[in-house]
C-alpha cells in the first residue's frame, strides 16, 4: 500500500496498545502525510493539542508497535 501515501494524504489511525489509545484520545484518529522515507512516514494530526499545536509522530508502515492505520475516505 506504499504507492497510495504521498505528502498530503489523509488517514485513519487505529490503537494498538494503551499507548496509541491514549495519543489517539489526546489528538483524534485522522492523520495527515507528511513524508514516507524508507518503511515509515510521519504524521501530522488533524487536532490541535490542548497548547494549540499539532503533534508529528512517525508510524512504521507496516508492524507498527502502537498503530494499524487505513487510507481514509
Known sequence: MKHC???GRCIVLKASTRHG???IHQHGDIWWVKEVRNDRML???NDRTDRGEFD???VDL???RDFT???AR
Open 5 to 7: 501515501l504521498h505528502k
Open 21 to 23: 489509545k491514549n495519543r
Open 43 to 45: 504524521l501530522e494530526s
Open 56 to 58: 508529528w509522530r512517525w
Open 62 to 64: 507496516q508492524d507498527d
Open 69 to 71: 492505520w487505513e487510507l
